[in-house]
């Protein structure tokens, strides 16, 4: 039986009119139209939200967790990305951020920076002792993990095995605060405020371990105007004065080229963006991609501060940042002699290896599949060649295999309509 995936993008079909302008920049070709209404793959799917971003009509739409649900914990934490820092503008204190998400009904707020410091810490080491084939691929972004598991199965070996700082932040706020509260961790929901869909993936049906420390996500879009306003009516003589004491701003991984930024290694690239992370994905299976140890990936341009699920401006965003690090920022104080034991135990690591995804046969049966395989590429070389998407796939591969499944025929095509 075919495994279900669990995909966070729902179709509204009464919005949807089939103008294929998902279809066409679906990176691994996980959509089809047909009947005028468009419809997903779903072992081809990787939740990048590219659709979403390209469906003028808004019929593609994400499946977060509502911020206002009713909850059977006794804790609501929130596990916050320097990215959510970014979307009020350059001259708000991150702390005052903090207290609003305190006033609109979150018990404790655990920002990501720290674990970013520490999972840099702990690639350090995994880059110094690696002796296998490179460059290694970071695996932070679920998008690029899946995509590389559907496109380029033969990489997954290069994944970087190290968990998120999301999950690292999780679990550290689930530790500290079941044993600081005297109560159990299942007392605690974590919810992380995303910036993009591929994450909710990621909490909801992890490649890399059974269970997420995560117990929900919500979309920073949906969380921003109740924020807004709890940020707007709040002076800086409100913050608490723990959050005063305790609290640092990083701008962890939020931008393109911070991971790579703070790792020791200088043989690291940052690429963003699904066309050019493919690209490079690419060149590193071509073995065109030399000189390089670790490469540093984001589906999302600019890194995760350009997710469909923020608000602001991507370059407003980033001038953000920046200004809150100049004014605010400091690095976190990690105990490094911790993060190496932590490291030597295996802390860090995904439960895991990741695998490439199982994509289903053109035929159970061998000798069939062959077959199959051969009149796929008849069926090819009798098209047109030239990726119109008038027949609902994005391109004539795409085709000709949809009618060796079954799923096509041949007359869907207009050009091979008119041939007598």
């Not at 059977?72 to 001259?91: C, E, I, M, T």
């Not at 980033?318 to 105990?335: D, F, P, Q, T, W």
């Amino acid at each position: 039986m075919a495994e279900k995936y669990y995909h966070p993008l729902k179709i509204l079909q009464d919005r949807c009119n089939g103008r294929m302008k998902c279809m066409r920049v679906c990176p691994t070709e996980a959509l089809r139209v047909k009947g005028g209404k468009v419809r997903i793959i779903e072992e081809l799917c990787i939740d990048c939200g590219a659709c979403a971003d390209a469906c003028p009509s808004k019929a593609i739409v994400p499946l977060t967790d509502p911020f206002t649900r009713s909850s059977r914990y006794k804790y609501r934490v929130a596990v916050a990305s320097p990215v959510l820092y970014s979307q009020f503008g350059l001259d708000i204190d991150p702390r005052i951020i903090v207290q609003g998400l305190k006033e609109i009904g979150f018990d404790y707020v655990v920002d990501v920076s720290r674990a970013c410091e520490e999972i840099s810490a702990a690639i350090d080491i995994f880059l110094e002792e690696y002796e296998g084939q490179g460059p290694l691929i970071s695996s932070f972004c679920p998008s690029v993990v899946r995509l590389v598991q559907v496109r380029y199965p033969g990489l997954t070996e290069l994944l970087m095995p190290v968990n998120a700082p999301r999950e690292i932040a999780a679990r550290q706020a689930k530790e500290n605060l079941s044993e600081k509260l005297g109560v159990r961790m299942d007392d605690l929901e974590v919810l992380y405020l995303t910036p993009c869909p591929a994450k909710i993936v990621a909490i909801k049906q992890p490649a890399e371990r059974t269970r997420s420390w995560i117990d929900g996500a919500i979309s920073i879009a949906d969380i921003y105007a109740p924020l807004f306003n709890a940020v707007s009516n709040l002076a800086d003589e409100e913050v608490d004065a723990c959050i005063s004491s305790e609290f640092s701003f990083g701008a962890g991984w939020s931008m393109l080229g911070e991971m790579t930024g703070l790792l020791g290694s200088e043989r690291g690239i940052a690429v963003s963006g699904l066309s050019d992370v493919i690209r490079i994905l690419d060149d590193i299976e071509s073995g065109r991609l030399r000189g390089v140890d670790f490469v540093e990936t984001s589906a999302c341009l600019g890194g995760c501060i350009g997710g469909s699920l923020t608000v602001d401006n991507m370059y407003v965003a980033r001038s953000s940042v920046l200004s809150m690090m100049r004014k605010h920022g400091e690095k976190a104080a990690i105990n490094k002699d911790e993060v190496v034991t932590r490291y030597r135990e295996g802390y860090y690591f995904i439960e895991r290896k990741l695998a490439p995804r199982p994509l289903p046969p053109l035929d159970k049966d061998i000798s069939k599949a062959i077959q199959k395989k051969k009149e796929k590429a008849t069926i090819y070389a009798s098209l047109p060649q030239i990726d119109c998407g008038c027949c609902g796939a994005p391109t004539c591969k795409a085709f000709a295999e949809d009618i060796v499944r079954g799923k096509s025929k041949i007359e869907d095509c207009i050009h091979m309509r008119s041939i007598p």
